[in-house]
């Protein structure tokens, strides 16, 4: 599902909501997640899952085209951790 797809069906359940503000709602549930993750925040949607920041050490790397070294610099990664709620209802038989 893409972030258009996901405007569009909450607005077909909320008809009492003009589709624009369904958008900036969206937009701002996201961008929020996104300054929250950038200050090292933990960001949890019970029932979902958690958003959190890891961080990755420099390294030395390899080039897989020449097989050279290459100095790779350290580095943040966004990481997800389902909750439980979504991971039983992804496991379970329907």
Do not use: C, W
């Amino acid at each position: 599902m893409t972030k258009s797809e996901l405007i569009q069906r909450i607005a077909e359940l909320n008809p009492h909501l003009y589709h624009r503000d369904v958008e900036r709602i969206v937009s701002t549930v996201f961008d929020e997640i996104g300054v929250a993750l950038s200050r090292g925040d933990r960001v949890e949607l019970r029932g979902f899952g958690a958003f959190s920041v890891k961080h990755r050490d420099a390294r030395v790397g390899r080039n897989p085209r020449t097989g050279t070294a290459v100095q790779v610099d350290e580095k943040h990664i966004p990481f997800f951790k389902t909750g439980k709620l979504l991971r039983d209802r992804l496991n379970t038989d329907t």
